[in-house]
């Protein structure tokens, strides 16, 4: 069993291919602005380096979302052509979800007591968030928090908080209590297998033609402001 997963919500740009449980082939690039370029050569090479094509994948994984509006944009467009070609179904994993699994897989909590907080950047101050068990359950609703120097702070006052993704690195100033924690994850296809089998298993399939990325936020477009000459 083949899964192709493409997880472009955030700067990182990461493609795998997974063979049944395990990851066999991964191309990732943490520079950003760049994945409309590197996706499709990404897949191709992931492809060709197994020596499968496109008809041996049976499903096709995307991040929904939360994320990069544009990013997200760019994988879910993807995928969508992949499944309306090769007539392949689609499975979509929360971002968030996908980050604390690859936090799991790297055995980055210290205890089995210890809570997980993914952050995706979401500019300024501001990140997607929800609270994970160590089991990777989702124990609060996906929320966009400015966060200060209160943030999480009844959460921290009883137990620890792994906080891990993108989001997380400009939180540790303000986020100063014992109980907050740091690991350096980042996202990575690797972290949709997990929830991407157990969807295949379940029949939890999405719709290819009315699929739209979770973006949490409406896209707001901006324009520069006109030099006074």
């Keep these: 069993m083949f899964f192709l997963l493409i997880e472009t919500g955030t700067a990182v740009c990461s493609i795998a291919l997974a063979r049944g449980a395990q990851i066999v082939a991964l191309r990732e690039n943490k520079e950003g602005r760049a994945h409309a370029q590197m996706v499709a050569p990404f897949i191709h090479e992931i492809i060709h380096e197994q020596h499968c094509t496109i008809a041996d994948v049976d499903a096709v994984v995307v991040s929904e979302g939360p994320g990069s509006y544009t990013g997200l944009r760019v994988g879910v467009s993807t995928a969508k052509g992949i499944c309306f070609g090769a007539q392949k179904p689609l499975i979509a994993v929360n971002s968030l979800l996908s980050l604390v699994h690859v936090a799991i897989a790297n055995h980055c909590l210290p205890s089995s007591g210890c809570l997980i907080a993914p952050m995706i950047d979401a500019r300024r101050l501001e990140v997607y968030t929800a609270l994970f068990d160590a089991q990777g359950n989702q124990l609060s609703g996906i929320t966009a928090e400015i966060i200060n120097e ?80």
Excluded at 171 to 199: E, K, V, W, Y
């Design 150 to 229: 209160n943030s999480f702070a009844e959460t921290l006052a009883q137990q620890p908080v792994l906080f891990i993704g993108d989001g997380a690195d400009k939180c540790r100033t303000l986020l100063q209590h014992p109980n907050a924690l740091f690991a350096g994850i980042t996202a990575s296809a690797a972290g949709m297998l997990l929830p991407a089998i157990d969807a295949f298993a379940q029949r939890k399939f999405v719709d290819a033609a009315y699929f739209e990325p979770f973006y949490l936020k409406d896209f707001v477009i901006t324009t520069a402001k006109k030099k006074i000459l």
